[in-house]
């Protein structure tokens, strides 16, 4: 990889992992909220709440899908 492409790789990982750890910061902020001010999650919710997340859904696919890019691109 050229210089210029390896830059914008980091930049673009740092941006990555601040808006990441943003997410996480602003999904533990509503645990300080007075419950009376949301409806009750369902049950399946509940249970797997980072797991039915889409902001982190997103998050996994979009670093899939980097990965094999960078190893397509690494491989031919």
Known sequence: MSTYMSILL???MGVLVFSLGYTLAVTRR??????????PLPTKVQSHIYMRNPVFLTYGIFFLLLILI???????
């Open 10 to 12: 980091f930049i673009s």
């Open 30 to 39: 509503p645990k300080q909220l007075k419950p009376e001010s949301d409806t």
């Open 70 to 76: 960078i190893l397509f691109y690494n491989l031919s």
